[in-house]
């Protein structure tokens, strides 16, 4: 079946604009992650939500960072004010539960200008 | 923060060579789990390995987790062109992966 897509591929944004990343999940699978990575840098963890459930934010790197899975599949993650040092490539995983391994999407780089 | 630290940084073999990288992390894990990043490409799960488990394999794939060391590495056998690229280790603790900086592979025809 279809993999983890993940949209745009590429985002350019100015400075001080708003961005939406959209990652839909192999269907069924419970467990959804979003991570951040630099260039030359392994991912870091952001966040995790089960079903629509956020139950970790922890790795969100400031209060602009915001993420949503509202019906338990596709997720958002919303990034305010977009600064520079937000520009990298941000990966979404699913994964049919939090011990499984985890299937990765093509990511989205973004480039903040 | 990442907790894996991957050695080398990089490595460049001829094709048909073996290559072995590896793992050390510094906490308790539930298992630990390699992934394979092409160029601007997403990561592919390769192998898990939990704790605890020692050894595993698949196809030209070996991987060994000696967690009283807290160590892992992974062995790619008769290395290929297509072999080449960016190999992580992720050690997991429920939920939560934490990656290392990567090895870089090469694979010179």
């Known amino acids: 079946g279809a993999g983890v897509s993940q949209s745009p591929r590429y985002k350019v944004a100015k400075r001080g604009q708003d961005v939406a990343l959209r990652c839909d999940p192999i269907?069924?699978?419970?467990?959804l992650f979003w991570y951040q990575q630099a260039l030359g840098q392994g991912p870091e963890f952001l966040t995790y939500f089960q079903n629509e459930a956020q139950l970790d934010k922890s790795g969100l790197p400031s209060d602009r960072f915001f993420a949503e899975r509202p019906e338990g599949s596709v997720s958002t993650l919303k990034i305010q004010r977009t600064q520079q040092e937000d520009s990298a490539v941000y990966l979404c995983a699913s994964s049919p539960g939090p011990n499984n391994e985890q299937f990765f999407g093509p990511g989205t780089r973004l480039t903040v200008l | 923060s990442q907790q894996g630290e991957e050695d080398p940084q990089a490595l460049s073999i001829q094709e048909g060579e073996n290559a072995t990288m590896n793992c050390s992390y510094k906490t308790s894990i539930n298992n630990l789990q390699w992934y394979r990043q092409n160029s601007g490409r997403g990561l592919v799960h390769l192998i898990l390995?939990?704790?605890?488990?020692r050894e595993k394999h698949s196809g030209r794939l070996r991987v060994t987790l000696d967690t009283s060391k807290k160590s892992s590495s992974l062995l790619i056998t008769a290395s290929r062109a297509a072999d080449t690229a960016s190999y992580f280790c992720a050690t997991a603790n429920d939920y939560k992966l934490s990656f290392g900086a990567g090895t870089t592979v090469t694979v010179r025809a």
């Open positions: 390995i939990r704790s605890n488990e």
């Open positions: 269907s069924g699978h419970v467990s």
